[in-house]
Structure formats: structure tokens, C-alpha cells
């Protein structure tokens, strides 16, 4: 038999249930996957499934592999047939649409312009863990801390005025929250889009010192600007505002990994980013037949991704289950890989490296105000994290 024509057991869906009472770790079922595995989605597609460290990283840097929306099936739920993606939103497009977009945002995200943030970061985190003092002795880590320091940062990035900026946050608090249903989150985007269009053209007609501002000068249409902004808010709140929730959560419950923060916040946000893998599972389309690990990918089949999987690899780290924050965890996928890799990466970690420490220099007996298994995860989400992190000090 070819190599190309092996047939290893079909497994019916993702596995998607984290193992009860360790709300950081995998569904069991991955580990227990080959690297590639054919899946069944929910829509009925007959695609694939990867799950190691090698295999992801190899799709994500194919071009042969697609990120277009209309192309893929989604490998989470069954949300019948997708459409392109929105003006802006460069996840959805490939070469050399995508190309065009992120040529004019690179430059905008550098390393160096990032680190040129991080006085600012520490000065809006130091503003948000006093009102959490001034406020009394609890609080909700997430509306109090880790929605609200990301937030200020992308509107300053982006150029929202001040004066907008608590009704900008209410909006985007409304996309993430346990409470809202998905009509009143559509509704929130909405606003949110609308909001930014308007932004747009005050900046073509009063340009400040902020990005929307400099990419006026680009040969972006408004529609496209307005859509480069909206996507940047999606990508840059609610990722940084679950890694900053879920990061407190695990180092609450890994209190001998605090000093390692403080040594060393650069690393362990890596680390942090590996363990974590709050953006779990990627897709791709194969766009023409693919052999990748001995198996055949039929041009228009997906493969779903699993990131959660492929950062505990145990090929790629040894004792992947364990949370080091003194380990080197380069080469994790937290944050994509290849052409698509996350835009924003430098401001994450910027702003995780400001915000983490200093909430446990400030409040060193922190403390969950409930049971850990009280903590409403976001199981179905796309974003995995919490919707609530009650805390006491």
C-alpha cells in the first residue's frame, strides 16, 4: 500500500472537552492522535485534522494552503457556508491581497516602535491596579484590569479620541460578555464598525499623531480603512485581554511560578503564550492535492489546525504539561506562523510583560474569591480564556 493511501481511523468531530479540574490543559484525545488525522467537521466536510508541533507550523507556512473564508469549513461548529471575509480583515485573504495590507501595517508594529510603548503600558497599568486598590479589596480581573489596560492601548494606537473611549470599551466589553447574546454581539460590532468609519473620516480630515491617521496617506479606501480598524480592535482586545485573565488564573494556581515572572517577564510571557494557546484551533484550505505526512490532501479539503495540541508537543517540549516559566518556549504558535503570523505580536507582549508582574507586585496576596472550578471558562468560544475572574486581595 502507497504511503499516501493509509487510512488511520476517522474520528467523528474535534475534541473540544478540556479534562475536569484542569481548566489549562487539552482535551486527552488530542495527545492521543496521530500527527495527522482524517476528521469529519460539523458541517459533514470530510477534511483533516493536525496536531503536532511540525505539521501545523508546515501548513501555516504553505502557501498551497488557504486562509480565505469562502474556501474552508470551520472546524468548531456547523455555520454553513461561509462568505468572504470583510474589507480589512486580513486572517480571511491571501497573497496578494493580504500582501498589499500587511505591507502597509508591518512597518506600523515593529519591534522597536512596540518597545517604544512600553513606558505607556506601565503607566496605564499602574492607573487601573489603583483604582482596583481604591475600589476596595475584590474585584472582577477582567472588567477591573485585564478588559480595560489592552483596551486604552489599541485606542491610543488606533486614535480614539479620549472622550469616546469609555463608550469604545462598554461596546467591545459587549463582544466577550457571558451575558450577551450573539444578537447583541453582531449588534456591538456593528456599532463598533460604524464608530470606526466615522473615526476614519475625521482623521482624513484632521489627521493626529496615530495609525489610522498615517494609513490616510496610504491608497486605503475608506471602507478599507475602516475595516483594517475594526480588525485590528478584534485581534488586539480580546486576545490580550484573555491572555492577561487566564494568565492570572494559571499563576494563582501556580504560585511557585511567580518569582520566574519577575526574573524574567519576557520569557515567561512566552511560556505563558505556549501553555495557554487561547487561540486553539486554526483552519486551511488546500488549494491543489498536497502530500503532507505521508497522506494526501485532496485540493478543497481543510485541515483544521490545533494549536492547543501542537504547543504541547512533547517532540518539540519536554514535560509539555507543565507550566516553566523558565523555560525557553521559542518557536510556539501562540501567535500563528508564517504569512499570517499575528500582526500585533509586539503589543501583546508588551503589554502582557507590563501588565502581569505588576499586578502581582501590587497585590501580592492576590487570591481567587472563589472555588477554581467556579471560574466560567469560555469553552466554545474561539477565544479561550474567562469570562470572569472573581479576585480578592
Not at 518597545?115 to 472582577?140: I, K
Not at 475625521?202 to 495609525?211: G, N, Q, V
Not at 494568565?247 to 505563558?272: I, Y
Request: glycine share 8%; proline share 8%; hydrophobic share 45%.
Amino acid at each position: 500500500m502507497c504511503a499516501h493511501e493509509r487510512n488511520p481511523e476517522v474520528i467523528v468531530s474535534l475534541p473540544t472537552q478540556r479534562p475536569a479540574g484542569r481548566p489549562f490543559d487539552p482535551p486527552v484525545e488530542l495527545a492521543e492522535l496521530p500527527p495527522l488525522t482524517p476528521m469529519v467537521f460539523p458541517d459533514g466536510h470530510e477534511g483533516w485534522l493536525a496536531t503536532s508541533h511540525a505539521l501545523v507550523r508546515a501548513v501555516l507556512a504553505d502557501p498551497r494552503f488557504s486562509s480565505r473564508h469562502e474556501l474552508m469549513h470551520y472546524p468548531l461548529a456547523d455555520v454553513g457556508e461561509m462568505p468572504p471575509a470583510s474589507l480589512g480583515v486580513m486572517t480571511g485573504l491571501d497573497a496578494p491581497e493580504h500582501t498589499r495590507f500587511r505591507k502597509l501595517l508591518a512597518g506600523k508594529f515593529t519591534v522597536r516602535r512596540m518597545n517604544l510603548l512600553t513606558e505607556r503600558a506601565a503607566q496605564v497599568t499602574a492607573e487601573h491596579l489603583d483604582e482596583m486598590a481604591a475600589q476596595g479589596s475584590s474585584a472582577d480581573l477582567v472588567q477591573a484590569f485585564a478588559l480595560p489596560v489592552p483596551a486604552v492601548m489599541i485606542c491610543e494606537l488606533l486614535g480614539v479620541p479620549y472622550a469616546d473611549r469609555m463608550l469604545f470599551q462598554a461596546t467591545a466589553a459587549k463582544l466577550s460578555g457571558l451575558d450577551a447574546t450573539q444578537e447583541e454581539q453582531y449588534a456591538a460590532f456593528g456599532e463598533i464598525g460604524a464608530y470606526i468609519a466615522k473615526l476614519v473620516l475625521a482623521k482624513r480630515a484632521d489627521p493626529t499623531d496615530d495609525l489610522l491617521s498615517d494609513l490616510t496617506g496610504t491608497d486605503l479606501t475608506d471602507d478599507e480603512l475602516a475595516g483594517v480598524g475594526a480588525f485590528l480592535l478584534g485581534a488586539g482586545l480580546d486576545t490580550t485581554t484573555n491572555m492577561i485573565a487566564l494568565g492570572t488564573f494559571a499563576l494563582l494556581e501556580n504560585p511557585d511560578q511567580r518569582p520566574a515572572l519577575h526574573e524574567d517577564p519576557a520569557q515567561a510571557v512566552e511560556e505563558l503564550m505556549r501553555y495557554l494557546s487561547i487561540v486553539h484551533t486554526g483552519a486551511r484550505a488546500a488549494l491543489e492535492d498536497v502530500e503532507l505526512d505521508g497522506h494526501r490532501i485532496k485540493a478543497g479539503q481543510t485541515v483544521a489546525l490545533s494549536v492547543v495540541a501542537a504547543n504541547r508537543d512533547p517532540a518539540k517540549y519536554p514535560d509539555p504539561d507543565v507550566l516553566d516559566l523558565r523555560r525557553q518556549a521559542t518557536g510556539h504558535v501562540g501567535f500563528g506562523y508564517g504569512m499570517h503570523q499575528c500582526l500585533g505580536q509586539q503589543l501583546a507582549r508588551v503589554e502582557m510583560r507590563a501588565t502581569l508582574p505588576a499586578l502581582f507586585s501590587r497585590f501580592p496576596g492576590l487570591r481567587l474569591a472563589v472555588p477554581p472550578g467556579e471560574v466560567p471558562m469560555r469553552h466554545d468560544m474561539d477565544i479561550y480564556g474567562v469570562h470572569r475572574l472573581p479576585v480578592a486581595w
